[in-house]
Structures are given as C-alpha cells and as structure tokens.
C-alpha cells in the first residue's frame, strides 16, 4: 500500500509541480530536546560544505520520498557539517572546532571515532548510543535496508543477513 502511495505521489510531484516530502532535518541540539518529549531514534548525516559525495548523497538518497517519508516518521534526522566552527553543548559537554590541519568538530570526530570520511551517517539509539556508523556513499536501497534494520529495532533480534532474505526494499536499486 505504501508503495503505490509513493508511486502516486512521485507521479502527481513530476505532473502538477507538487512538491513531495522532504527530509526535515534538525540540529543536534534541537533534535535532543524533542527527544526528550517524544524518543525517537537519530540519523545523523556529517558532511563537509566541499564534499561532492555528500551533495549526491542529498540529492539521490535523502532525495529519496521513500527515504524522507521513513526517516521523518522513526528517526530525527541531523545534519552535521563536520568543520562548523559553532560550539555543540549536549547535556554537560560542549563540542568545539578544533583548527587543526584542515580543521574538524570535536561532536563530528565522536561520533565517527575519529575516522573522519564524508559523507557519513551515523545511527544512534534513543538514549544518545552510537549503533553504527557507516561511510561513504550509501545509495538509496542501501540506505533504506540499514535505516530501516536499525529504526524498526530488527538488528536487536536478527542478524543484517537474516534481515536481508525477509526484508524487500520498496526503492530499486540503481
């Protein structure tokens, strides 16, 4: 049923100019106080303003309705430019920029343990855990498989590979 919604939205989108769900992304700060009052899992998209990857990564899979429609409903999605110069305060810790080589963000270098490749996404449990995180490109089936092994809590019972022969992306794969 969700598959020929979206296939009607696509179509009335390309049709008439109607603008199709979006991701509604948050920052980290915003995304942990709404997480106080409703939990919710975090994605957590770290990019760089110079990375390409990331900007086909926007458009192909954050692009995706099938994929904003998902991450807008189980998770709160946070963007997280990886050199912003702004200081992050989560709870009693303040993440800075740290001018260092190219320079980098203390919160972006957590969450990836210091292995800093862009485009990343990071999946974090409603208590602020790190599940995974993942880089490189992830094309949209892809993204769609992870986001929704972890956001639908199968990756607490099953294994990626069991997952995978019960689970049938509803996005092909390019």
Same mark, same amino acid.
């Given at each position: 049923?969700?598959?020929?919604?979206?296939?009607?939205?696509?179509?009335?989108?390309?049709?008439? @100019?109607?603008?199709?769900?979006?991701?509604?992304?948050?920052?980290?700060?915003?995304?942990?106080e709404?997480?106080?009052?409703? +939990?919710?899992?975090?994605?957590?998209?770290?990019?760089?303003?110079?990375? @390409?990857?990331?900007?086909?990564?926007?458009?192909?899979?954050?692009?995706?309705?099938?994929?904003?429609? /998902?991450?807008n409903?189980?998770?709160?999605?946070?963007?997280?430019?990886?050199?912003?110069?702004?200081?992050?305060?989560?709870?009693?810790?303040?993440?800075?920029?740290?001018?260092? @080589?190219?320079?980098?963000?203390?919160?972006?270098?957590?969450?990836?343990n @210091?292995?800093?490749?862009?485009?990343?996404?990071?999946?974090?449990?409603?208590?602020?855990?790190?599940?995974?995180?993942?880089?490189?490109?992830?094309? +949209?089936?892809?993204?769609?498989?992870?986001?929704?092994?972890?956001?639908?809590?199968? /990756?607490?019972?099953?294994t990626?590979e069991?997952?995978?022969?019960?689970?049938?992306? +509803?996005?092909?794969?390019?």
């Amino acid at each position: 049923m969700t598959f020929k919604i979206t296939q009607a939205l696509v179509f009335l989108t390309f049709t008439f @100019g109607l603008s199709a769900q979006e991701v509604k992304w948050y920052t980290i700060e915003q995304a942990v106080e709404l997480n106080k009052k409703e +939990p919710r899992k975090f994605m957590v998209d770290v990019y760089t303003d110079w990375c @390409g990857w990331c900007k086909v990564m926007d458009k192909n899979t954050f692009g995706n309705i099938i994929i904003a429609e /998902y991450l807008n409903a189980k998770y709160y999605p946070v963007k997280l430019n990886a050199e912003q110069k702004e200081d992050i305060t989560i709870g009693n810790t303040t993440y800075k920029y740290v001018a260092q @080589g190219r320079g980098y963000h203390e919160l972006a270098a957590a969450l990836l343990n @210091g292995k800093m490749g862009y485009p990343s996404v990071v999946f974090m449990d409603e208590k602020l855990n790190i599940i995974q995180p993942f880089q490189g490109y992830l094309k +949209p089936k892809q993204f769609d498989e992870i986001a929704r092994f972890f956001g639908d809590d199968v /990756y607490k019972s099953k294994t990626w590979e069991d997952f995978l022969k019960s689970y049938k992306s +509803p996005i092909a794969e390019e």
